[in-house]
């Protein structure tokens, strides 16, 4: 799906769109699926879904809210039997998170049903859709999952394997799938493997997910990562795997180390929570400078002020308290409250940071509005020097690849050096890790190296690796003509 | 969408399935919508829903439950901008009450939009939509209509009007449509021209709609009633009308007099409440009997009643009172308040029966529950003699064009002799009108025709003329493996 | 409580506020209550409670809206146990419609807790209250019935029925009472007896209500109705009664008959249907004009205009049908809808009025605006003539005795006379039954006695002959100074 | 309100009971009472309420749930308006969150409105109540707050700050209190000041809160804490107070600052943050162990961790990574997902502990349970050795004076030495803070100097300095003998 403009403030952040989850063969596939879905919440709050198979039907349930909130009771469970069963969660602004948008989608076919839940945006959904469309196929929902679901069903070839893979060979962009047939539990990733996918475990059951975290919290084990390009299928017969495509480049998104992924999950058996120390630590070597404390923007900014705490010797402190109790429904219906905005939020430490010189640690800048208005909050506690350090390259790009990022143009390092930001934040001194020393704290010791650089970095740099099809050629981002008010 | 059997008891009655109404070119569109299905509430209680065009994009709006529930407030109405808006209300049993269900259906074609609402049954959409699925096509609801949007997407027709007229070729069954395009609101009747359709006017703008009181609600003036196989269709250039089907003969269901229509509607310019009134004075002269009291089972056996108390001369008399309160959500939890069953509704005029001889006179006997039960009532009242009166033939069978009806085994008049019926419900006496005398009532002096009866009649005699594909060939009435829980 | 003025159309009536039910000694007391409140619905629509006693806790349920909505599920029911539970249904207007306000109201008193339920009004209740305020009483609510609790909670008595008898000798008005104490269940009527309640039994279980149609529902038997001043204490000794009240004069109020009461209650062993029938004979005798048709006012019109058939020979027929599901929320958002008023909920039958001299029958006329309508509706399906019978003397006062009324200056009579009002409405004559007539329809042959006439008909009359202490010092009506938005 | 034992696992922790807010002569009052409670909500998260006075007026907002889920929407700050109001969050387990539970309370008295807001806990509130029946007081919550509004309307003083004065003579028990009449707000400490309250401004208006936080969030300035037995009245003359009470030792709830202020509050000017860093830092002192980690229980376990990382020069690393997305309505429908217990919560960060040795800092122990689970978690992501610090001395008393505590019986510090404990936990070494060593963390260098020691630590000591009137003479905690079902 194209992103779409959040409201400031709100949202001054990047947001992953999707987790997956799918599991084979076993007794408490729904419950387990939800507990999947709960460990990987993270990667979108606006709304779940879930399809089990019995042997029999399919069955569905999707809800607007949290996993917790809707899919956690017994009742639902019990709506919801079978032995497999797929699982996903999504972000979206709220004029499009119509219910019938949820996934997993579900379509019957010839050769009988198909679920299908999707992470990633395709790049040539319009153009697909608009020939589909013209060859008489109905849309319902403006997901552009629905367009391989269409692929599939007037494809020629016979077997669901061979149609996913006639459909998948004609679309471009970033995807991890996880698909469930009434014989099959299927798991792809995109030829550049942009979004995650790993195998994993759990006595004879086989789980497809998207984090690690999700095999933690079901006590199951990692297998291994499902590689850039291939389709893994699990039925009755074992696990076995194809890989259809045309070998590309290795681009997986940098951007899940920094900020999306769960700090515990590991990512091609590398830890996140390790890998933001290490952001960390690289910026104390970047950018050093004296000061009296490390200051985390809570919550994402912690495992990187940790490193750079222990890296540049100086003491880690909450300088910023969190109201764990912000819940997704302060309305604000009053300019008086309008205007405290981020104190709905956070508050100042102001006993701690009083006359201290502070560094302030935080992962990314997007539009820079939330942190124009933190570091006011540390100077009006008092701090003697407010110095902000940022655990990623400025974000300059926007993302078509399955992140939600505001317009290009409402980037403020797309419109501004670092040191016009410095002054618009007010802070005595502003720096971004560099891109090499992002790749170090990945592992790559070298640094990035062009073409051969295993990531995709192009919110910093700009280099998109997949063509952006419908973005070239002026395609709406409105796909549905028809506004629902369910 | 095929008969489904509803509870014992709860349910007694045939259902109407769908009310319609259509309007264009109007600066309320949808709030005369909104009106129009209220007035037709009586065809479809389970749910509703409205698309409006506002020359831009179209507009919808669903809900489960009443029109005055759910559609009358400003904050609705304001999403339904637009001068063009067609609704539709349905009746269904619960579990296929999805709401992806509710009509009227829209999709996004090649050449726009288009959105359509329909009253009565295909007889072969099961055959249809395994072509159809076979050809690629995904269907996302249980309805037959949506077979129709999925052959007017795949036909091969330039314009909105061929590529309908094409679709309906294909169908065989009993419908009346609205709907409604980017430029045109259109109306169609079948062939046979079984469920009704009329044109209205108000100022300016043009009205289609099921009944006549959806125009005197809105204070519109009755044009004409639409022909057994005419497509009509209205945009800025006018009113014009094609009759693209070859002729079949007029078969308009007869128990829309005796039941379904709305007393104060006209059809073919003959009123319903006179139809009515007519059986019953056909009934007293088919079947008179000595007696002190004519008691109308309420509310539908009012008009039928009045019209055999004025032949008879008997006094017509509230011999049963109704509780108006009955919600539709009297959940019967104990064994107690089931058993009580019909006094929920009603109560026993005891005061005026007690000692008298009564002649009941109730519309039609579906299952026959409540008519034991309602003799059960007046015997213990201490009614001296109880006679029931019935103001249509025996309903021996099924309908399988539109009308919700009990399978044929349920159907009391199915398994029993007038004698037997008599006997299960302890009446003193019993008789219904002849087909001929009902034929008499709606203006046939000659009584029923053979192949020129005009009218269809098969829930009574078992003829049916229009084919039933999918019945004959023994297709699932389950449409979808999907089991939904939204 | 006092009367509140309603909108106008939407509640052109007046409204009885109460309805009664208790049973004492039964394994399914709840259940039966909540099949008692169902069939005393019509006194009460806003509101329903229950308190249930188990031997050792009360429990109690209240809810806003109907009774079949909120308390029929088992879930409820089984929240309710206990072999003795007292109801309540309530009208009222929507601002004073608190949670709070809902009866039975439950007090802990220091000799154990009690329950009541009051069906009336106090006419000295602001006077008390201001006196209890005074000596440290704390209220909760703006129910007249809390001035009674806490009376019983400040007296010397040691008794509970002392105590209830204490309290009862202090207050002024209108009353029927249902009360359940841990031992015992208690009905009173007031001295006057204005508000009915009668003494039921079905097997040894006793029961008290207002209305016998509250004892067919359960297939109780009717025992008697309680007697003007009567308090009645049913315990495990048996049924006992005292009348520790100075004697008054009968008021039983005459609207009951005319149109508060169920049609198939009886009232003093009287039927109401069969009084509303005389009341349309004697109209027909008082104020015969030549005509083609009689019609009703939906609903309530209908025993009265059977009544004036029967006794002038001309045709009972439906001319305006009556929408079946008028919920109570259609919310009417546009003026065009708002205009259109009384058609949502009626259309005329033309085809059946048109070119006919019609007599409309209605029960009376409060305001007189939802008369100008329908008679506008005659008119314009093209009714020859309008004439209007009214099954009631015009209304020129209000009511201070339990039943919600208009303003006086809002009750057309009050403001017009006969002729005047006929103009007004458009008819080409108007007649409302005389008062002597109206006794002579209620048994009493010789007409209304002076004071020895035994009902209240100071809605008729404006003799009111319980002092109206409230009213006549000008306390407020508003009782209390918060505002609450549960 | 007497305490009541949760669910184990789910609420393995101590609770305050209430926040407490009031704003005096602001435009915005009911806008900024919605903020503070919101910065108030850890200290009650089941329920809030809002009392406003317009100056003709009271209105009042009550709801179960968050502040930000039901308070802050323009439709009900409007419901709200004027320019004083009191606000008041609760904690309350579910069995009695009625909402007529919900405070503030409001009563009406013979001077006038008043709505009071209680934090704390009466300790002779039974038998008081036990009085109150007796002369004839109606109650209408189980709430001993409502005891304090009976004794004021009761009271034979003139005046409201003489009837509360009289009212609070006869209390015995831990409160801080904030009321509002027609014409002031009024602050109170109980005579130990067990529970904080602090008095603010912005502009010129006043403030009374709990918490400097809910200050900071509306950018109001701190003034001063209340005394203890302190009564402040705030008008249009301004601020005054009296202490009317015989003076006592204080003693502050130590606990407020282990665990349950906001970290960035201030108590008595000394930062809760540093007092806990502190504490962490004399664990380490006292209890050092080598170790390579440290290791907080995630959240509130952070600042003593963080203070312990200082002091003893280990690592400070997030060990354990929490979900953000527990919602409070997890339902844990399955065996399996209940068994799972913790970890829907938190996960081990296995790349992280496995293999070293970690020291793990919470702040409390009450069951025990989730922190069995959690050594459990650390042990099976390959930690070397697990080493349990806590914040707090062991909690082995119940507390009466306004914290939700079990019964002692559940405490495992009551059951169970150091040494047992830690072998229940499987921990390689357990250790508490000394009691005089948290008496130094809160500034008191000397540690605990007997009577004259400052403040409550009951639960830690077993002493409680005020009596506990209702528990000794063992009057039930159940209140009320109506179980309401609303």
Redesign the interface.
């Known amino acids: 799906m194209m992103p779409v403009t959040p409201t400031p403030d709100k949202d001054d952040a990047f947001h992953d769109e999707c987790g997956l989850f799918g599991i084979y063969d076993h007794v ?1 596939a729904s ?2 699926t ?2 999947g879905l ?2 990987l ?2 990667r979108g ?1 606006e709304a779940a879904g879930i399809v089990s198979f019995d042997g029999e ?6 809800a607007l809210g ?4 809707h899919f ?6 019990s ?2 039997p079978g032995q497999c069963a797929i699982g996903h969660v999504r972000y979206s602004t709220s004029g499009e998170t119509l ?2 948008n949820v996934q997993p989608l ?5 050769f ?2 198909l679920s299908i839940a999707h992470n990633g945006n395709l790049t040539n959904a319009h153009a697909l859709r608009r020939q589909l ?8 929902s403006t997901s552009d999952t629905e367009t391989i ?2 692929l599939i ?3 020629e070839y016979g077997k669901v394997v061979d149609r996913l893979t006639d459909a998948l060979q004609q679309v471009v962009g970033a995807y991890s799938l996880v698909a469930m047939t009434r014989q099959k539990l299927i798991g792809v990733r995109d030829p550049h493997g942009v979004r995650p996918l790993v195998l994993g475990r759990v006595g004879s059951s086989w789980i497809l997910t998207s984090e690690t ?1 999700a095999l ?4 199951a084990e990692y297998v291994r990562d499902i590689d850039p390009g291939e389709i893994v299928i699990i039925d009755e017969k074992g696990v076995r795997s194809i890989k259809p495509f045309q070998k590309q480049p290795d681009r997986f998104c940098i951007f899940e180390y920094i900020y999306f992924a ?3 999950s ?1 990512i091609n058996e590398r ?1 996140v ?2 890998v933001r120390k290490k952001i960390g630590a690289v910026l104390a070597q970047e950018s050093s400078v004296p000061a009296d404390l490390i200051v985390p923007v809570p ?1 994402s900014g ?2 990187s002020a ?1 490193g750079y705490a ?1 890296e540049s010797g100086i ?4 300088g910023i ?1 969190r ?5 997704r ?6 300019d ?2 309008r205007h ?1 905005g981020v ?2 939020k956070h ?6 940071v009083k006359g201290k010189r502070v560094i302030l640690v935080d992962d990314s800048i997007v539009r820079g509005t939330t942190s124009v208005k933190i570091v006011e909050m540390m100077r009006s506690a008092g701090a003697a020097e407010v110095h902000m350090r940022i655990a990623s390259p400025p974000t300059t790009n926007s993302c078509f690849y399955g992140i939600d990022t505001p317009e290009e143009s409402q980037l403020m390092a797309n419109n501004y050096t670092v040191e016009e930001m410095a002054k618009h934040m007010g802070v005595d001194s502003l720096a971004f890790i560099s891109v090499d020393g992002m790749y170090r704290a990945v592992g790559v010791e070298q640094g990035r190296q062009g073409d051969d650089r295993k990531f995709c970095d192009a919110c910093f740099t700009g280099e998109y690796s997949i063509p952006l099809t419908d973005h070239e050629s002026g395609n709406p981002t409105q796909l ?7």
């Open positions: 408490d419950a387990h939800v507990l709960h460990a919440q993270h709050q039907q399919f069955h569905t349930h999707r949290l996993v917790g909130d956690s009771s017994q009742e639902i469970i709506q919801l219910l019938r579900f379509a019957e076919f010839k009988g049903g469309v013209d060859r008489g196929c109905i849309f319902q679901i269409h069903a007037t494809s975290c933690d919290i079901i006590g769960r700090p515990d590991r830890s929570y390790n919550d912690v495992p940790i222990q003491d880690f402190d909450l308290i109201n764990h109790y912000v819940g429904t302060f309305i604000e219906p009053t008086q409250i405290l104190r709905l508050n100042a430490n102001a006993a701690l549905s003509l028809l506004v629902e008010q369910d």
